[in-house]
Protein backbone atom coordinates (compact mmCIF):
# COMPACT_ATOMS: atom_id res chain seq x y z
CA UNK A 1 0.00 0.00 0.00
CA UNK A 2 2.74 2.54 1.05
CA UNK A 3 4.52 2.22 -2.52
CA UNK A 4 1.28 2.80 -4.24
CA UNK A 5 0.60 5.93 -2.31
CA UNK A 6 3.83 7.32 -2.79
CA UNK A 7 3.05 6.99 -6.40
CA UNK A 8 -0.03 8.21 -6.74
CA UNK A 9 1.34 11.13 -4.99
CA UNK A 10 3.83 11.41 -7.57
CA UNK A 11 1.86 11.47 -10.15
CA UNK A 12 -0.76 14.19 -9.29
CA UNK A 13 2.94 15.84 -8.61
CA UNK A 14 3.54 15.59 -12.04
CA UNK A 15 0.37 16.55 -13.72
CA UNK A 16 0.66 19.96 -11.07
CA UNK A 17 3.63 20.98 -12.65
CA UNK A 18 2.62 20.33 -15.93
CA UNK A 19 0.01 23.03 -15.52
CA UNK A 20 2.00 25.36 -13.69
CA UNK A 21 4.46 25.12 -17.01
CA UNK A 22 1.61 25.61 -19.10
CA UNK A 23 -0.22 28.71 -17.37
CA UNK A 24 3.37 30.34 -17.39
CA UNK A 25 3.98 29.81 -21.02
CA UNK A 26 0.94 31.47 -21.58
CA UNK A 27 1.17 34.36 -19.42
CA UNK A 28 4.66 34.86 -21.42
CA UNK A 29 3.22 34.66 -24.80
CA UNK A 30 0.41 37.04 -23.39
CA UNK A 31 3.11 40.12 -22.54
CA UNK A 32 5.04 39.57 -25.68
CA UNK A 33 5.41 42.42 -28.04
CA UNK A 34 3.60 42.94 -30.86
CA UNK A 35 5.62 43.57 -33.97
CA UNK A 36 5.64 46.84 -35.34
CA UNK A 37 5.17 48.03 -39.18
CA UNK A 38 7.68 50.91 -40.50
CA UNK A 39 4.83 53.05 -39.91
CA UNK A 40 3.68 52.24 -36.93
CA UNK A 41 7.43 53.01 -35.36
CA UNK A 42 7.09 56.43 -37.37
CA UNK A 43 3.54 56.90 -35.26
CA UNK A 44 5.06 55.86 -32.27
CA UNK A 45 8.24 58.05 -32.57
CA UNK A 46 5.33 61.10 -33.29
CA UNK A 47 3.29 60.04 -30.18
CA UNK A 48 6.62 60.59 -28.46
CA UNK A 49 7.70 63.74 -29.15
CA UNK A 50 3.86 65.02 -29.19
CA UNK A 51 4.38 64.22 -25.52
CA UNK A 52 7.42 66.16 -24.92
CA UNK A 53 5.27 68.86 -26.80
CA UNK A 54 8.30 69.06 -29.97
CA UNK A 55 7.60 71.31 -33.06
CA UNK A 56 9.90 70.72 -35.62
CA UNK A 57 10.51 73.55 -38.13
CA UNK A 58 10.41 70.87 -40.74
CA UNK A 59 6.60 69.91 -40.41
CA UNK A 60 6.16 73.46 -41.45
CA UNK A 61 7.71 73.20 -45.09
CA UNK A 62 11.36 74.26 -44.13
CA UNK A 63 13.86 71.99 -46.10
CA UNK A 64 17.74 72.07 -44.17
CA UNK A 65 20.69 72.00 -46.96
CA UNK A 66 18.15 73.21 -49.69
CA UNK A 67 18.77 77.05 -49.49
CA UNK A 68 15.43 77.94 -50.23
CA UNK A 69 14.18 81.27 -47.67
CA UNK A 70 13.07 79.69 -44.30
CA UNK A 71 11.61 83.00 -42.96
CA UNK A 72 8.34 82.50 -44.00
CA UNK A 73 8.36 78.71 -42.57
CA UNK A 74 9.89 79.79 -39.15
CA UNK A 75 6.94 82.75 -38.73
CA UNK A 76 4.60 79.86 -39.23
CA UNK A 77 6.41 77.82 -36.84
CA UNK A 78 6.18 80.33 -33.76
CA UNK A 79 2.51 81.27 -34.67
CA UNK A 80 1.78 77.70 -34.07
CA UNK A 81 3.39 78.07 -30.95
CA UNK A 82 1.23 81.58 -29.64
CA UNK A 83 -0.67 80.40 -26.26
CA UNK A 84 1.45 77.23 -25.99
CA UNK A 85 4.23 76.72 -23.32
CA UNK A 86 6.88 74.06 -22.34
CA UNK A 87 7.40 73.58 -25.64
CA UNK A 88 10.27 72.21 -27.72
CA UNK A 89 10.92 74.31 -31.22
CA UNK A 90 13.64 71.90 -33.11
CA UNK A 91 15.32 72.98 -36.22
CA UNK A 92 16.60 69.09 -37.38
CA UNK A 93 20.59 69.23 -37.62
CA UNK A 94 21.56 70.96 -41.54
CA UNK A 95 22.06 74.95 -42.93
CA UNK A 96 18.73 76.87 -42.66
CA UNK A 97 19.81 79.98 -45.03
CA UNK A 98 17.22 83.48 -44.61
CA UNK A 99 16.83 86.43 -46.65
CA UNK A 100 15.46 89.84 -46.41
CA UNK A 101 12.00 90.79 -48.01
CA UNK A 102 13.58 92.06 -51.02
CA UNK A 103 14.95 88.18 -51.67
CA UNK A 104 12.43 86.32 -50.72
CA UNK A 105 9.02 88.64 -50.43
CA UNK A 106 6.99 86.66 -47.76
CA UNK A 107 6.12 86.12 -44.26
CA UNK A 108 8.91 88.45 -43.09
CA UNK A 109 8.90 91.04 -39.69
CA UNK A 110 11.37 94.22 -39.07
CA UNK A 111 13.25 95.41 -36.26
CA UNK A 112 11.33 98.76 -36.05
CA UNK A 113 14.29 100.67 -35.18
CA UNK A 114 16.43 99.36 -38.08
CA UNK A 115 13.94 98.13 -40.75
CA UNK A 116 15.74 95.07 -41.28
CA UNK A 117 14.22 91.75 -41.82
CA UNK A 118 14.23 89.73 -38.73
CA UNK A 119 15.27 86.41 -39.42
CA UNK A 120 13.78 84.58 -36.48
CA UNK A 121 11.06 86.58 -34.78
CA UNK A 122 10.33 85.49 -31.36
CA UNK A 123 7.87 87.66 -29.23
CA UNK A 124 5.23 87.14 -26.14
CA UNK A 125 6.66 83.23 -25.99
CA UNK A 126 7.18 81.61 -22.83
CA UNK A 127 8.38 78.23 -21.26
CA UNK A 128 9.83 77.64 -24.65
CA UNK A 129 13.45 76.26 -25.95
CA UNK A 130 14.60 76.76 -29.22
CA UNK A 131 16.85 73.67 -29.95
CA UNK A 132 18.91 74.15 -33.37
CA UNK A 133 20.04 70.85 -32.48
CA UNK A 134 23.67 72.04 -34.00
CA UNK A 135 22.14 73.95 -37.16
CA UNK A 136 23.94 76.40 -39.03
CA UNK A 137 21.73 79.41 -39.41
CA UNK A 138 22.83 81.50 -42.65
CA UNK A 139 21.87 85.01 -43.51
CA UNK A 140 21.99 87.10 -46.99
CA UNK A 141 22.52 90.76 -47.73
CA UNK A 142 21.17 93.07 -44.62
CA UNK A 143 18.98 91.56 -41.91
CA UNK A 144 18.41 90.67 -38.19
CA UNK A 145 19.26 87.03 -37.42
CA UNK A 146 17.17 86.66 -34.12
CA UNK A 147 15.20 88.60 -31.88
CA UNK A 148 13.49 87.50 -28.49
CA UNK A 149 11.13 90.17 -27.09
CA UNK A 150 8.55 90.68 -24.23
CA UNK A 151 9.19 86.91 -23.40
CA UNK A 152 9.82 84.81 -20.30
CA UNK A 153 11.65 81.62 -19.79
CA UNK A 154 12.84 80.93 -23.12
CA UNK A 155 16.24 78.95 -23.55
CA UNK A 156 18.00 79.39 -26.85
CA UNK A 157 20.71 76.34 -27.59
CA UNK A 158 22.90 74.75 -30.10
CA UNK A 159 23.02 76.58 -32.97
CA UNK A 160 25.60 78.78 -35.19
CA UNK A 161 24.90 82.36 -37.12
CA UNK A 162 26.82 83.03 -39.61
CA UNK A 163 26.99 84.98 -43.04
CA UNK A 164 27.96 82.93 -46.30
CA UNK A 165 28.75 87.38 -47.66
CA UNK A 166 28.85 89.11 -44.43
CA UNK A 167 28.75 92.98 -44.75
CA UNK A 168 32.53 93.10 -43.52
CA UNK A 169 35.73 92.61 -45.80
CA UNK A 170 38.91 90.83 -45.42
CA UNK A 171 42.65 91.91 -47.20
CA UNK A 172 46.17 90.89 -46.59
CA UNK A 173 49.07 93.43 -47.08
CA UNK A 174 51.24 92.67 -50.14
CA UNK A 175 53.54 95.61 -50.24
CA UNK A 176 53.85 98.67 -48.49
CA UNK A 177 55.78 102.06 -50.09
CA UNK A 178 56.14 105.45 -49.33
CA UNK A 179 53.42 105.94 -51.71
CA UNK A 180 51.12 103.55 -51.70
CA UNK A 181 49.61 100.16 -49.69
CA UNK A 182 48.96 96.99 -51.98
CA UNK A 183 46.65 94.26 -50.90
CA UNK A 184 45.06 91.18 -52.04
CA UNK A 185 41.22 90.55 -51.39
CA UNK A 186 39.58 87.36 -52.42
CA UNK A 187 36.85 88.28 -54.92
CA UNK A 188 34.79 85.14 -54.28
CA UNK A 189 34.44 86.02 -50.81
CA UNK A 190 34.48 89.79 -50.51
CA UNK A 191 33.70 91.15 -54.01
CA UNK A 192 34.36 94.32 -54.99
CA UNK A 193 34.42 97.24 -57.46
CA UNK A 194 36.96 100.40 -58.09
CA UNK A 195 33.91 103.19 -58.62
CA UNK A 196 35.66 106.66 -59.36
CA UNK A 197 38.70 105.46 -58.04
CA UNK A 198 37.74 104.49 -55.25
CA UNK A 199 37.49 100.52 -53.21
CA UNK A 200 34.06 100.25 -52.68
CA UNK A 201 32.99 96.75 -51.72
CA UNK A 202 29.96 94.85 -52.47
CA UNK A 203 27.55 92.13 -51.46
CA UNK A 204 23.66 90.75 -51.32
CA UNK A 205 21.98 94.20 -52.44
CA UNK A 206 24.14 96.15 -50.70
CA UNK A 207 27.75 98.31 -51.47
CA UNK A 208 29.66 100.20 -48.51
CA UNK A 209 32.96 101.77 -48.82
CA UNK A 210 35.57 101.13 -45.68
CA UNK A 211 34.42 102.93 -42.71
CA UNK A 212 36.58 101.31 -39.82
CA UNK A 213 39.36 98.85 -39.98
CA UNK A 214 41.55 96.63 -37.72
CA UNK A 215 45.11 95.39 -38.10
CA UNK A 216 45.80 91.72 -37.32
CA UNK A 217 49.14 89.69 -37.50
CA UNK A 218 49.61 86.91 -39.95
CA UNK A 219 50.64 84.30 -37.37
CA UNK A 220 48.19 84.58 -34.29
CA UNK A 221 45.63 86.60 -35.93
CA UNK A 222 45.71 89.48 -33.07
CA UNK A 223 45.84 92.84 -33.64
CA UNK A 224 48.99 94.01 -33.98
CA UNK A 225 50.04 96.02 -31.29
CA UNK A 226 50.31 99.71 -30.94
CA UNK A 227 48.07 100.36 -33.87
CA UNK A 228 44.71 100.92 -32.33
CA UNK A 229 42.37 103.25 -34.75
CA UNK A 230 43.79 104.43 -37.76
CA UNK A 231 46.74 102.93 -38.16
CA UNK A 232 46.80 103.25 -42.02
CA UNK A 233 45.34 106.79 -41.55
CA UNK A 234 42.34 107.47 -44.30
CA UNK A 235 44.20 105.46 -47.30
CA UNK A 236 41.33 103.52 -48.34
CA UNK A 237 39.88 106.79 -49.16
CA UNK A 238 42.63 107.39 -51.43
CA UNK A 239 42.63 106.72 -55.02
CA UNK A 240 42.50 102.85 -55.70
CA UNK A 241 43.38 100.78 -58.66
CA UNK A 242 43.18 97.08 -59.72
CA UNK A 243 46.33 96.11 -60.96
CA UNK A 244 44.54 92.41 -61.68
CA UNK A 245 41.79 90.66 -60.20
CA UNK A 246 41.62 90.28 -56.41
CA UNK A 247 45.30 92.87 -56.32
CA UNK A 248 44.67 96.73 -55.40
CA UNK A 249 46.62 99.40 -54.88
CA UNK A 250 45.62 102.24 -52.90
CA UNK A 251 47.77 105.75 -53.64
CA UNK A 252 49.11 107.66 -50.39
CA UNK A 253 51.42 107.50 -47.86
CA UNK A 254 50.26 105.32 -44.28
CA UNK A 255 51.40 106.70 -41.12
CA UNK A 256 52.38 103.10 -40.25
CA UNK A 257 53.61 100.23 -42.74
CA UNK A 258 52.34 96.85 -41.63
CA UNK A 259 54.58 93.80 -42.70
CA UNK A 260 53.81 91.64 -45.38
CA UNK A 261 50.88 88.94 -44.83
CA UNK A 262 49.52 91.26 -42.27
CA UNK A 263 45.37 90.77 -42.27
CA UNK A 264 43.10 93.87 -42.63
CA UNK A 265 39.51 93.44 -41.65
CA UNK A 266 37.29 95.92 -43.47
CA UNK A 267 33.99 97.43 -41.96
CA UNK A 268 31.27 98.90 -43.15
CA UNK A 269 28.74 100.96 -40.93
CA UNK A 270 27.27 99.40 -37.99
CA UNK A 271 24.07 97.65 -38.13
CA UNK A 272 21.22 95.26 -36.00
CA UNK A 273 23.27 92.93 -33.26
CA UNK A 274 23.31 89.48 -33.94
CA UNK A 275 20.89 88.06 -31.39
CA UNK A 276 18.56 91.04 -29.88
CA UNK A 277 16.69 90.35 -26.53
CA UNK A 278 14.62 92.97 -25.65
CA UNK A 279 12.09 93.27 -21.92
CA UNK A 280 12.61 89.59 -21.57
CA UNK A 281 12.65 87.35 -17.90
CA UNK A 282 14.47 84.83 -16.90
CA UNK A 283 16.72 84.13 -20.47
CA UNK A 284 19.01 80.86 -21.27
CA UNK A 285 21.57 81.08 -23.96
CA UNK A 286 23.27 77.67 -24.31
CA UNK A 287 26.09 76.11 -26.83
CA UNK A 288 25.58 79.05 -29.58
CA UNK A 289 28.36 80.44 -31.90
CA UNK A 290 28.09 83.96 -33.68
CA UNK A 291 30.06 84.07 -36.27
CA UNK A 292 29.29 87.26 -37.92
CA UNK A 293 26.98 90.27 -36.66
CA UNK A 294 26.46 93.53 -38.45
CA UNK A 295 26.25 95.14 -35.07
CA UNK A 296 26.51 93.80 -31.25
CA UNK A 297 26.79 90.04 -31.21
CA UNK A 298 24.44 89.56 -28.59
CA UNK A 299 22.35 93.31 -27.09
CA UNK A 300 20.29 93.19 -24.26
CA UNK A 301 18.21 95.94 -23.22
CA UNK A 302 15.71 96.05 -20.14
CA UNK A 303 15.69 92.08 -19.79
CA UNK A 304 15.44 90.66 -16.44
CA UNK A 305 17.99 87.61 -15.86
CA UNK A 306 20.10 86.60 -17.70
CA UNK A 307 22.32 83.24 -18.49
CA UNK A 308 24.83 82.84 -20.99
CA UNK A 309 27.17 79.41 -21.08
CA UNK A 310 29.11 78.14 -23.89
CA UNK A 311 27.87 81.43 -25.99
CA UNK A 312 30.68 82.69 -28.34
CA UNK A 313 31.26 85.54 -30.86
CA UNK A 314 33.54 84.25 -32.39
CA UNK A 315 35.99 85.24 -35.93
CA UNK A 316 35.02 81.55 -38.13
CA UNK A 317 38.74 80.45 -38.41
CA UNK A 318 37.35 77.58 -41.31
CA UNK A 319 36.90 80.33 -43.58
CA UNK A 320 40.16 82.47 -42.73
CA UNK A 321 38.38 84.84 -41.10
CA UNK A 322 39.55 87.14 -38.27
CA UNK A 323 36.35 89.64 -38.34
CA UNK A 324 33.43 88.91 -35.97
CA UNK A 325 30.74 91.05 -34.82
CA UNK A 326 30.59 95.32 -36.01
CA UNK A 327 30.49 96.43 -31.91
CA UNK A 328 30.24 94.57 -28.23
CA UNK A 329 30.23 90.90 -28.31
CA UNK A 330 27.56 91.18 -25.50
CA UNK A 331 26.10 94.60 -24.54
CA UNK A 332 23.75 95.14 -21.67
CA UNK A 333 22.17 98.42 -21.54
CA UNK A 334 19.92 98.78 -18.56
CA UNK A 335 19.07 95.11 -17.10
CA UNK A 336 18.45 94.01 -13.89
CA UNK A 337 18.61 90.73 -12.15
CA UNK A 338 21.42 88.17 -12.48
CA UNK A 339 23.80 88.14 -15.20
CA UNK A 340 25.63 85.22 -15.20
CA UNK A 341 28.56 84.70 -18.34
CA UNK A 342 30.21 81.66 -17.76
CA UNK A 343 32.59 79.52 -20.34
CA UNK A 344 32.67 82.02 -23.14
CA UNK A 345 35.08 82.97 -25.47
CA UNK A 346 34.59 86.18 -27.84
CA UNK A 347 36.93 87.01 -30.73
CA UNK A 348 37.09 89.15 -33.37
CA UNK A 349 34.76 92.42 -32.70
CA UNK A 350 34.98 95.96 -33.34
CA UNK A 351 34.76 96.98 -29.80
CA UNK A 352 34.62 95.15 -25.95
CA UNK A 353 34.27 91.87 -24.86
CA UNK A 354 31.11 92.50 -22.62
CA UNK A 355 29.65 96.34 -21.65
CA UNK A 356 27.37 95.93 -18.04
CA UNK A 357 25.91 99.71 -18.03
CA UNK A 358 23.02 101.75 -17.01
CA UNK A 359 22.32 105.36 -18.85
CA UNK A 360 22.49 108.54 -17.56
CA UNK A 361 19.66 111.25 -18.77
CA UNK A 362 20.22 114.82 -19.19
CA UNK A 363 17.65 117.21 -17.10
CA UNK A 364 16.18 119.45 -20.15
CA UNK A 365 13.28 121.52 -17.58
CA UNK A 366 11.37 121.36 -14.99
CA UNK A 367 7.70 121.52 -16.01
CA UNK A 368 6.24 120.65 -12.17
CA UNK A 369 6.86 120.36 -9.04
CA UNK A 370 6.63 116.79 -9.88
CA UNK A 371 7.58 116.36 -13.15
CA UNK A 372 10.98 116.82 -15.13
CA UNK A 373 11.88 116.61 -18.46
CA UNK A 374 14.94 113.95 -18.91
CA UNK A 375 16.92 113.46 -22.45
CA UNK A 376 18.97 111.15 -23.74
CA UNK A 377 22.37 111.47 -25.95
CA UNK A 378 21.25 108.50 -28.33
CA UNK A 379 17.33 109.58 -28.12
CA UNK A 380 14.99 107.03 -27.64
CA UNK A 381 14.09 108.56 -24.18
CA UNK A 382 11.10 106.79 -23.30
CA UNK A 383 12.25 103.60 -23.80
CA UNK A 384 14.27 103.60 -20.62
CA UNK A 385 11.49 104.45 -18.15
CA UNK A 386 8.35 102.28 -16.65
CA UNK A 387 5.90 102.95 -13.93
CA UNK A 388 7.66 102.21 -10.61
CA UNK A 389 11.12 102.38 -11.87
CA UNK A 390 12.95 104.01 -9.12
CA UNK A 391 15.58 107.34 -10.02
CA UNK A 392 18.02 109.13 -8.32
CA UNK A 393 19.18 112.94 -9.18
CA UNK A 394 23.37 112.76 -9.96
CA UNK A 395 24.76 116.52 -9.30
CA UNK A 396 26.73 116.60 -12.93
CA UNK A 397 29.71 118.11 -11.14
CA UNK A 398 30.16 116.14 -7.58
CA UNK A 399 28.39 112.96 -9.40
CA UNK A 400 26.38 112.20 -6.41
CA UNK A 401 23.41 109.98 -6.37
CA UNK A 402 20.48 111.49 -4.12
CA UNK A 403 17.61 110.38 -2.80
CA UNK A 404 14.82 107.68 -4.79
CA UNK A 405 11.43 109.15 -6.67
CA UNK A 406 9.17 106.49 -7.61
CA UNK A 407 8.40 107.37 -11.33
CA UNK A 408 4.36 106.98 -11.40
CA UNK A 409 3.85 108.39 -15.87
CA UNK A 410 6.43 108.59 -18.72
CA UNK A 411 5.15 111.37 -21.42
CA UNK A 412 6.78 110.76 -24.73
CA UNK A 413 7.45 114.76 -26.14
CA UNK A 414 9.41 116.12 -29.40
CA UNK A 415 12.38 115.56 -30.50
CA UNK A 416 13.11 112.28 -28.28
CA UNK A 417 12.71 113.37 -24.77
CA UNK A 418 10.18 112.43 -22.33
CA UNK A 419 8.55 113.81 -19.31
CA UNK A 420 8.91 111.90 -16.23
CA UNK A 421 6.45 112.48 -13.34
CA UNK A 422 6.65 111.37 -9.43
CA UNK A 423 4.78 110.18 -6.81
CA UNK A 424 6.98 113.27 -4.84
CA UNK A 425 7.82 116.82 -5.28
CA UNK A 426 11.28 116.33 -6.69
CA UNK A 427 13.88 118.73 -4.45
CA UNK A 428 14.19 122.12 -5.36
CA UNK A 429 18.03 122.31 -5.89
CA UNK A 430 17.51 120.00 -8.96
CA UNK A 431 18.16 121.63 -12.20
CA UNK A 432 19.46 121.40 -16.13
CA UNK A 433 22.81 120.81 -14.21
CA UNK A 434 21.85 117.40 -12.96
CA UNK A 435 21.07 114.22 -14.77
CA UNK A 436 18.83 110.97 -13.78
CA UNK A 437 19.79 107.71 -12.88
CA UNK A 438 17.33 104.51 -13.21
CA UNK A 439 18.68 102.79 -10.23
CA UNK A 440 15.86 99.98 -11.09
CA UNK A 441 17.54 98.55 -13.99
CA UNK A 442 21.15 97.75 -12.91
CA UNK A 443 22.31 93.91 -12.86
CA UNK A 444 24.14 91.54 -10.28
CA UNK A 445 26.96 90.91 -12.64
CA UNK A 446 28.55 87.46 -12.40
CA UNK A 447 31.80 86.48 -15.25
CA UNK A 448 33.60 83.52 -14.79
CA UNK A 449 35.33 81.03 -16.57
CA UNK A 450 35.85 83.02 -19.40
CA UNK A 451 38.75 83.85 -22.57
CA UNK A 452 39.22 87.50 -23.17
CA UNK A 453 41.25 87.31 -25.84
CA UNK A 454 43.89 89.88 -27.97
CA UNK A 455 41.54 89.36 -30.95
CA UNK A 456 39.37 92.31 -30.41
CA UNK A 457 39.31 95.85 -30.79
CA UNK A 458 40.03 97.95 -27.20
CA UNK A 459 38.72 96.75 -23.97
CA UNK A 460 37.18 93.64 -21.98
CA UNK A 461 34.67 93.67 -19.49
CA UNK A 462 33.30 96.98 -18.70
CA UNK A 463 31.09 97.08 -15.69
CA UNK A 464 29.19 100.09 -14.07
CA UNK A 465 26.73 98.82 -12.08
CA UNK A 466 25.22 99.51 -8.68
CA UNK A 467 24.50 95.68 -7.79
CA UNK A 468 26.97 93.09 -6.80
CA UNK A 469 29.24 92.37 -9.20
CA UNK A 470 31.91 89.68 -9.10
CA UNK A 471 34.23 88.81 -11.72
CA UNK A 472 36.68 85.80 -11.42
CA UNK A 473 38.60 82.32 -13.00
CA UNK A 474 38.66 84.41 -15.90
CA UNK A 475 42.26 84.79 -18.60
CA UNK A 476 42.50 88.01 -19.90
CA UNK A 477 44.52 88.50 -22.87
CA UNK A 478 43.45 92.16 -23.83
CA UNK A 479 44.60 95.06 -26.14
CA UNK A 480 43.36 97.59 -24.13
CA UNK A 481 42.39 97.18 -20.48
CA UNK A 482 41.50 94.14 -19.16
CA UNK A 483 38.61 95.58 -17.34
CA UNK A 484 37.16 99.18 -17.24
CA UNK A 485 35.38 100.71 -14.40
CA UNK A 486 34.16 103.95 -15.36
CA UNK A 487 30.18 106.70 -14.94
CA UNK A 488 30.55 108.84 -17.66
CA UNK A 489 28.83 111.92 -18.25
CA UNK A 490 30.41 113.26 -20.89
CA UNK A 491 30.67 110.87 -24.07
CA UNK A 492 28.12 108.02 -24.01
CA UNK A 493 25.84 108.67 -20.49
CA UNK A 494 26.71 105.60 -19.30
CA UNK A 495 25.92 105.23 -15.54
CA UNK A 496 26.84 104.40 -13.23
CA UNK A 497 28.31 104.07 -9.65
CA UNK A 498 29.83 100.71 -8.76
CA UNK A 499 28.93 99.70 -5.09
CA UNK A 500 30.40 96.08 -4.52
CA UNK A 501 32.84 94.63 -7.09
CA UNK A 502 35.15 91.71 -6.76
CA UNK A 503 37.60 91.14 -9.04
CA UNK A 504 39.68 87.36 -7.86
CA UNK A 505 41.91 84.33 -9.03
CA UNK A 506 41.79 85.99 -12.66
CA UNK A 507 45.42 85.67 -14.86
CA UNK A 508 46.10 88.69 -16.55
CA UNK A 509 48.40 88.01 -19.75
CA UNK A 510 50.25 90.72 -21.33
CA UNK A 511 47.22 92.67 -21.59
CA UNK A 512 47.51 96.62 -22.35
CA UNK A 513 49.35 95.57 -26.12
CA UNK A 514 47.42 98.42 -27.93
CA UNK A 515 46.86 100.64 -24.90
CA UNK A 516 48.09 104.21 -24.53
CA UNK A 517 47.69 106.89 -21.38
CA UNK A 518 46.17 108.94 -24.51
CA UNK A 519 42.15 110.47 -24.91
CA UNK A 520 40.40 107.09 -26.48
CA UNK A 521 43.82 105.22 -26.11
CA UNK A 522 41.92 102.39 -25.15
CA UNK A 523 42.49 101.93 -21.20
CA UNK A 524 45.41 103.58 -18.76
CA UNK A 525 46.27 100.82 -16.95
CA UNK A 526 45.11 96.86 -16.96
CA UNK A 527 42.36 97.12 -14.37
CA UNK A 528 41.30 100.78 -15.05
CA UNK A 529 38.68 103.23 -13.32
CA UNK A 530 37.76 106.24 -14.75
CA UNK A 531 34.77 108.07 -13.84
CA UNK A 532 34.24 111.44 -15.86
CA UNK A 533 34.50 112.47 -12.07
CA UNK A 534 37.17 114.97 -11.27
CA UNK A 535 38.15 115.02 -7.94
CA UNK A 536 39.44 118.49 -7.01
CA UNK A 537 41.38 118.22 -4.30
CA UNK A 538 42.14 115.49 -1.24
CA UNK A 539 39.01 115.96 -0.07
CA UNK A 540 36.36 115.46 -2.68
CA UNK A 541 33.64 112.68 -2.21
CA UNK A 542 34.83 109.38 -4.89
CA UNK A 543 32.18 108.39 -7.22
CA UNK A 544 32.46 104.33 -6.59
CA UNK A 545 33.35 102.48 -3.83
CA UNK A 546 34.05 99.00 -2.47
CA UNK A 547 36.26 97.38 -4.95
CA UNK A 548 38.09 94.14 -4.16
CA UNK A 549 41.05 93.19 -6.41
CA UNK A 550 42.30 90.33 -5.11
CA UNK A 551 44.62 86.40 -5.74
CA UNK A 552 45.19 87.99 -8.85
CA UNK A 553 47.74 86.74 -11.36
CA UNK A 554 49.37 89.30 -13.08
CA UNK A 555 52.03 88.72 -16.05
CA UNK A 556 53.09 92.15 -17.33
CA UNK A 557 55.98 93.22 -19.58
CA UNK A 558 54.74 97.06 -18.48
CA UNK A 559 54.54 98.80 -15.17
CA UNK A 560 51.01 100.15 -15.58
CA UNK A 561 48.46 97.47 -13.19
CA UNK A 562 46.05 100.01 -11.69
CA UNK A 563 44.71 103.33 -12.37
CA UNK A 564 42.21 104.43 -10.34
CA UNK A 565 40.15 107.76 -10.12
CA UNK A 566 37.45 108.10 -7.26
CA UNK A 567 37.09 105.32 -5.55
CA UNK A 568 36.31 104.62 -1.68
CA UNK A 569 37.53 101.68 -0.06
CA UNK A 570 39.59 100.19 -2.92
CA UNK A 571 41.92 97.20 -1.66
CA UNK A 572 44.61 94.94 -4.06
CA UNK A 573 45.51 92.56 -2.23
CA UNK A 574 47.11 88.98 -2.30
CA UNK A 575 47.97 88.96 -6.22
CA UNK A 576 51.03 87.54 -7.98
CA UNK A 577 52.93 89.92 -9.79
CA UNK A 578 55.56 88.23 -13.15
CA UNK A 579 57.45 90.75 -15.57
CA UNK A 580 57.40 89.81 -19.16
CA UNK A 581 59.15 91.18 -21.85
CA UNK A 582 56.21 89.88 -24.26
CA UNK A 583 56.11 93.70 -25.65
CA UNK A 584 58.01 97.04 -25.59
CA UNK A 585 57.51 99.26 -22.59
CA UNK A 586 54.79 102.26 -23.93
CA UNK A 587 52.67 102.50 -20.86
CA UNK A 588 52.85 105.49 -17.72
CA UNK A 589 55.62 104.70 -15.78
CA UNK A 590 53.25 103.94 -12.64
CA UNK A 591 52.43 100.60 -11.36
CA UNK A 592 49.75 102.14 -9.37
CA UNK A 593 48.14 105.32 -10.41
CA UNK A 594 45.76 107.09 -7.24
CA UNK A 595 43.40 109.98 -8.12
CA UNK A 596 41.11 111.17 -5.14
CA UNK A 597 40.95 107.62 -3.73
CA UNK A 598 39.99 107.34 -0.15
CA UNK A 599 40.66 104.26 2.28
CA UNK A 600 42.85 102.24 -0.23
CA UNK A 601 44.95 99.28 0.46
CA UNK A 602 47.70 97.65 -1.00
CA UNK A 603 49.34 94.36 0.89
CA UNK A 604 49.85 91.01 0.68
CA UNK A 605 51.09 90.97 -3.35
CA UNK A 606 54.13 89.16 -4.37
CA UNK A 607 56.22 91.20 -6.43
CA UNK A 608 58.45 89.26 -9.75
CA UNK A 609 62.75 90.70 -8.48
CA UNK A 610 62.84 91.89 -11.65
CA UNK A 611 59.52 94.12 -11.70
CA UNK A 612 59.20 97.60 -13.07
CA UNK A 613 58.67 100.52 -10.86
CA UNK A 614 57.70 98.77 -7.37
CA UNK A 615 56.18 102.61 -7.11
CA UNK A 616 52.60 104.68 -6.04
CA UNK A 617 51.66 107.96 -7.15
CA UNK A 618 48.72 110.21 -5.63
CA UNK A 619 46.85 112.90 -6.72
CA UNK A 620 44.01 114.65 -4.55
CA UNK A 621 44.85 112.32 -1.93
CA UNK A 622 46.27 112.50 1.79
CA UNK A 623 48.91 109.98 2.97
CA UNK A 624 46.52 108.34 5.10
CA UNK A 625 44.34 107.86 2.32
CA UNK A 626 46.34 104.64 1.48
CA UNK A 627 47.82 101.81 3.49
CA UNK A 628 50.53 100.25 2.00
CA UNK A 629 51.95 96.67 3.64
CA UNK A 630 55.66 97.33 4.81
CA UNK A 631 56.48 93.83 2.75
CA UNK A 632 55.25 95.90 -0.33
CA UNK A 633 57.98 98.17 -0.14
CA UNK A 634 56.62 100.02 -2.50
CA UNK A 635 57.88 104.11 -3.47
CA UNK A 636 55.32 106.83 -2.87
CA UNK A 637 55.44 110.00 -4.70
CA UNK A 638 52.48 112.56 -3.58
CA UNK A 639 51.14 115.33 -6.25
Not at 343 to 361: H, I, L, M
Request: with cysteine; net charge positive; hydrophobic share 35%.
Amino acid sequence: MGSIIVKHRNQKMKKKSIFIVIVLVAVSLSFKPTMKSGNDKKELLINQEKEQNKIKVTDFGARPNSRENAVPFVKKMIEACRGKENIVVEFPIGRYDFWPDNSAGSGSDTLISTGLTIGINLRGLKNITLDGCGSEFIFHGRMTPLSLSESNNVKLINFSIDWDRPLTSQAVVEMVTDEYLQISIDPSKYPYIIETGKLRFTGEGWKSPVVHYLLYDKIHKEVVPLTRDGALGNIFEAKAEELSPGVVRLYGQVPYKPEKGTYIALYGQRESGGINLNRNTNTTLDNIRIYYSPGAGIFSFMCDGLYFNNVNVEANLKKGRVFSSLADAFYFPNCKGLVRIENCTNTGQTDDWANFRGTYAAVVSIPSPKSIEVKMKSGGTKDYYNPGDEICFVEGKSMQRGELYVVNKIQEIKSGSAILTFEADIPKVVGTNYIVENMTWNPEVEVRNCTIPRQNRARGILVSTNRKAIIENNIFRTTGSAILIEGDTKYWFEAGAVRDLTIRNNVFDNCMSSAEPVEWGWGEAIICITPTHQPENANTEPYHKNILIEGNTFRHYDYNLLYARSVRNLTFRNNKIEFTSAYPMHGRKVNFYLDGCRNTEITGNIFGENFPGKNVELHHMHLSDVKIGKDQKLKITSE
